[in-house]
């Protein structure tokens, strides 16, 4: 894990741009027109307090607290900030288990999430709570393989939506890992899984063509990689394109920084994960050129701690 101070230069995602110009900051001063800044979490599993000083492998790190300062930080610094997560908000202490979600949800809203997918732990209040948790939200989820027909859940979860930040057009959609032999059938009971790569597609086409948007992040809940024949981001990032950016979840993989990976045109993209339980936060900050036609993105690991708060 990396220090908030560590801040990591990654390369360009259209690569033609840097050829213009001898360094990324020359680029920034002379064709900039818009920033922004995406902050992501996922399988923060109703982590609401730190871990103890002692624990041996997070002493000290995470807390909903920290993390609120740590976004109201960043927010100071920027004016274009996306706060997003990739799923498994509850289940994991005994907060889920007295406040069956209220409390991850409330705090959430404090922080002021801009969007939130779903993960299979979600599922485990049932679908009754988890429909009642996405009322309470004062953000929207996204889910596009998920078919909550007939349940408590319809028409409560986006397929898609577009946040708007002054000139920018940021399109986001969401996928989840299948459920059958992961979550007991009755509490999921009438949702049906559908093809992640043919659903994502579907959604990322209307995104690029139709919204005509300038960034497109995918929130997904399948997991990073597996060495068995089973649909992950990895293997989502293969399989489509016109996806900017996969913000994964699941698997609670520490990524050091993002991953870069060609989707099935030959371009690359982005993939990042910050492992579970709140200790990270991801930042990625993303330029966009005058036409708002090209950008690239720099990223850093936020240690989420009270020392992060004080930098």
């Not at 100071?76 to 900030?81: F, I």
């Not at 979600?122 to 027909?149: M, W």
């Not at 979860?157 to 986001?172: S, T």
């Amino acid at each position: 894990m990396q220090n908030r101070r560590d801040f990591l230069k990654a390369s360009l995602i259209g690569g033609a741009v840097l050829s213009a110009v001898s360094s990324p900051m020359q680029l920034l001063a002379s064709e900039t027109e818009e920033q922004l800044t995406v902050l992501h979490t996922n399988d923060v599993h109703s982590h609401i307090e730190p871990f103890p000083d002692d624990d041996k492998k997070y002493p000290g790190l995470g807390g909903a607290e920290y993390r609120a300062k740590i976004v109201e930080n960043i927010r100071r610094k920027s004016n274009n900030v996306l706060v997003l997560d990739a799923g498994d908000i509850f289940q994991g202490t005994p907060y889920f288990n007295f406040f069956h979600g209220d409390l991850e949800i409330d705090l959430m809203n404090k922080i002021g999430y801009d969007a939130a997918t779903i993960g299979n732990h979600d599922f485990d209040g049932g679908i009754e709570t988890l429909a009642k948790q996405i009322s309470r939200a004062h953000f929207p989820f996204v889910n596009c393989n998920y078919d909550f027909t007939g349940t408590p859940v319809e028409g409560k979860v986006h397929p898609h939506i577009v946040l708007k930040k002054k000139k920018l057009r940021i399109g986001i959609t969401g996928c989840g890992v299948e459920l059958n032999g992961l979550v007991p059938d009755k509490l999921y009971a009438g949702t049906k899984y559908l093809d992640p790569v043919q659903c994502v597609q579907q959604q990322v086409d209307i995104l690029k063509h139709e919204k005509k948007c300038h960034l497109i992040i995918c929130l997904s809940h399948l997991g990073y990689q597996y060495d068995i024949p089973k649909i992950s981001d990895i293997a989502l990032a293969r399989a489509t394109n016109n996806i900017d950016l996969i913000i994964g979840g699941h698997t609670h993989t520490f990524l050091d920084k993002p991953v870069k990976e060609k989707n099935n045109q030959g371009k690359e993209i982005l993939i990042n994960q910050v492992g579970w339980a709140g200790v990270q936060i991801g930042q990625l900050e993303y330029f966009f050129q005058k036409k708002l036609s090209q950008n690239f993105a720099n990223y850093q690991t936020v240690i989420v701690d009270k020392n992060s708060i004080e930098n």
